[in-house]
Each structure stands twice: as structure tokens, then as C-alpha cells.
């Protein structure tokens, strides 16, 4: 028995050491929370398809997919190279592309960028 406990016993207390962790983080949907990357739009023929929330996309809306936020959380999107920026609500998951961050409607996407580049540097931060 007193072998089993001490086969156990590094492995409990680095599992308590990991859980006293003091310092505040932001989690991806924290009022706050910030990450910079590479944002795309979304393709006409997804235009009027259901996205994962179960609404049905609309490129006139300004709307975005993300893979961890939560539905309804709004984001401030500025493109890095110009400053412009656009305020969007998740309402899908993706992109599902490595090196993107987000996806945005084509009418968001235009309001900070040319359609004609497909992808822009930009910085998220979320607000609601």
C-alpha cells in the first residue's frame, strides 16, 4: 500500500500546483481578449446556407466565424494596414485554413479591406 502511495504522490502534487496558477487570464471570451492574424470572407455560394448557430448567412450582415468564441459574441476587427475597423457578431466556427483567425461576411470584409486581396493582417479584440 505504501508503495502505491508513493506512486501517486508526484503525480497529485504537480496536479495541485498546476490548479494554484494566481495569475488572471483571458480567456477567448473575455471582454478583452485580444489576438492578431489573418482574416478571409466568406465564398458567394455559402450565401443563404446554415451556419453552425443555425441561422443562415447573409453577406450583407456583419457577421464572422470563429472557432472558439461563443455564439453572439461581438467583435471589433481593425485591419492593421489601414486602421479601419468593423464591429461583428460570431455566428459560425471556422476558419478551418491554418493561419486564420477569422472569417468574415463579404460586406464586413469590404468595409475594412479590398475583396480583391481574399486575406488582410488584422487585430480582433472582443467586446461583448
Request: aromatic fraction near 8%; hydrophobic fraction near 40%; charged fraction near 20%.
Amino acid at each position: 500500500m505504501k508503495r502505491l502511495v508513493y506512486l501517486f504522490v508526484p503525480w497529485i502534487v504537480s496536479a495541485l500546483i498546476g490548479c494554484a496558477n494566481t495569475t488572471a487570464t483571458r480567456t477567448p471570451a473575455s471582454i478583452g481578449y485580444q489576438k492578431s492574424g489573418k482574416a478571409s470572407y466568406y465564398a458567394m455560394k455559402y450565401h443563404g446556407r446554415k451556419t453552425a448557430s443555425g441561422e443562415r448567412l447573409n453577406q450583407e450582415a456583419h457577421t464572422a466565424a470563429h472557432r472558439e468564441l461563443p455564439f453572439g459574441t461581438m467583435v471589433n476587427v481593425t485591419n492593421v494596414k489601414n486602421g479601419k475597423s468593423v464591429l461583428v457578431r460570431i455566428n459560425d466556427r471556422g476558419p478551418f485554413v491554418k493561419g486564420r483567425i477569422i472569417d468574415l461576411t463579404r460586406s464586413a470584409f469590404s468595409s475594412i479591406g479590398n475583396l480583391e486581396s481574399g486575406l488582410i493582417d488584422i487585430k480582433m479584440v472582443v467586446v461583448k
